[in-house]
């Protein structure tokens, strides 16, 4: 008994680093793979390597003009090309048209992040549907149970036509997200892990287009419910910060009367909700200008149907 | 026996935070001070607040054109002003004319900074001449023995000719460089002991305005050696990141054989020197731009005078 779900082989991984340009494992990760490819290439598939976004990278910020990551909208990739356009929004339609419109096209993206919270080495994925990226997820889970630095399994659930995330172009994908490392900062411990892990992905797809069967299972899935924003005085300036004790803990049950902020006059702020919620991305650099202090999710069971390649 | 040095009391002292915009502990402070100025008063003297690099904090980066905090040079504050000049520069002017150049003019600044490197609180001073802010260094240590986050006592002696940091403008000052902390973060454990040095400080200026007598100490301090670039390939781009041993083990005596480096291809690089030498600065963000992966120090150890008030 029990069903199988069945995707076809993958032919084609596209390794993106620098999506936004001053996280830098994945843009020093990319930049070596460019350099040299051997070491992500596997018997049955091809692999390249793409610097995202590479004028944010030479400059080590961000973005230029407007995040990246939120430019792969449908809107955006199908929309008339003009010469104002901002930077990313030019950006995004280039990679779609390489990786994606261009024949062969790519199937699996790897987008490569970092955060400067305490989110271990999260597996972001946009997508409740891509099974076979919830396999990989559970592949490199199972093989780092020993690890000091946890994987954690992330959805953010978008209806495909909103989903603006450069993981949306191909038909599978697995964003990496790892931390804490301040932007602009290589650190040893996460490059060396970043890579252990695309390779222990890669390995995972050399396996499943060699027709192993991944059998069913549970899993715990972190899942996006919102966004909390700072307390904030009448100009709209920061009034409180992050309090020590939510600080680094990322994951850990958040319960009614939690402190999680302290204004600047010394006044403790409680998380005031009934339900236990998970929080992440705390204290993340790049969420100050989205106004998110940190972002509540929930921990959802799900249980997972075996996979196997399509024959 | 024992000299004892004297200075005349301290009349106005200025905080600076934002010198550089994305070092969120010093702007946040300075913010919130510039709003409540309550906190910093104390009774022989008057405080200050201010915000060095206003632009630079609404934007969240370090700086526009330029460093600010290379902009104190003699040679630019005395030279003709010009339409082109970096923002910067315009900047530097702007506020020697505000603390120093005024009347009455200031005597003593604070500048408060951030580094992403594992420097605790370091009591950085440019000037081996001022007895005073070595006093107030000493004072701040012993008030911080029990303190998980410990102070360093940190000098680059710079000849007065050649000082162009902003401590270069008043007789006395004194620069907080608490980490790590990411660019761009507000670490409440971070606000919180800079918020606590800068009013132990304050009480410090208080005492010795009001005639206490310091006594002579000895005291360890480390010193400024040399700059130690990446290894880097023939296109000038990092080669090698900071080796996990290295990391995080800021004024960690380094031994000749230690590992330093790791590179992309997994070798170690070793320090080779004989001298014991105390690595600082390992891995900030904002040095990768000036080429510099760590700083080396030497500790040295002082006699300082006893220090009084003069009458």
């Given amino acids: 008994m029990g069903s199988i779900v069945h995707y076809a082989p993958i032919s084609r991984v596209v390794v993106f680093g620098g999506t936004h340009g001053n996280e830098m494992s994945g ?44 430019c792969f909208s449908n809107e955006i990739l199908r929309s008339p090309e003009s010469e104002g356009d901002p930077y990313e929004v030019k950006r995004a339609r280039e990679i779609n048209q390489q990786y994606v419109s261009g024949v062969p096209s790519f199937d699996f993206a790897f987008d490569l992040h970092n955060t400067t919270s305490n989110m271990g080495a999260t597996l972001l994925r946009c ?30 659930d978008i209806p495909e036509k909103d989903n603006a995330y450069l993981q949306h172009i191909t038909k599978h994908a697995l964003c990496l997200e790892l931390g804490p490392q301040p932007q602009g900062v290589i650190r040893s411990d996460m490059l060396s892990r970043m890579r252990e892990l695309v390779n222990q992905a890669l390995d995972f797809i050399n396996l499943f287009n060699k027709g192993k069967e991944f059998p069913s299972f549970e899993t715990d899935i972190y899942k996006f419910v919102s966004r909390v924003d700072f307390p904030r005085d009448s100009t709209g300036e920061i009034a409180a910060v992050i309090h020590a004790e939510l600080q680094d803990k990322d994951y850990i049950p958040l319960k009614c009367g939690d402190p999680i902020f302290k204004t600047l006059s010394g006044k403790d702020v409680y998380y005031e909700d009934e339900k236990v919620l998970y929080p992440t991305f705390i204290n993340e650099a790049a969420y100050y200008e989205k106004k998110v202090a940190f972002i509540l999710t929930e921990k959802v069971n799900w249980k997972v149907p075996a996979l196997k390649v399509e024959q």
Same sequence: chains 1, 2.
Avoid at 57 to 63: D, H, L, S, T
Avoid at 128 to 149: G, V
């Fill in 27 to 70: 843009v020093t990760l990319a930049k070596h793979w460019l350099k040299d490819p051997s070491e992500i290439q596997r018997q049955t598939f091809t692999t390249e390597s793409c610097i995202a976004n590479p004028l944010a990278v030479e400059k080590c910020v961000r973005y230029l003009d407007q995040d990246l990551n939120r």
């Fill in 127 to 156: 997508s409740k549907d891509d099974l076979l990226s919830l396999h990989l997820a559970n592949y490199l889970q199972s093989n780092s149970e020993d690890q000091s630095m946890p994987c954690y399994n992330y959805l953010i």
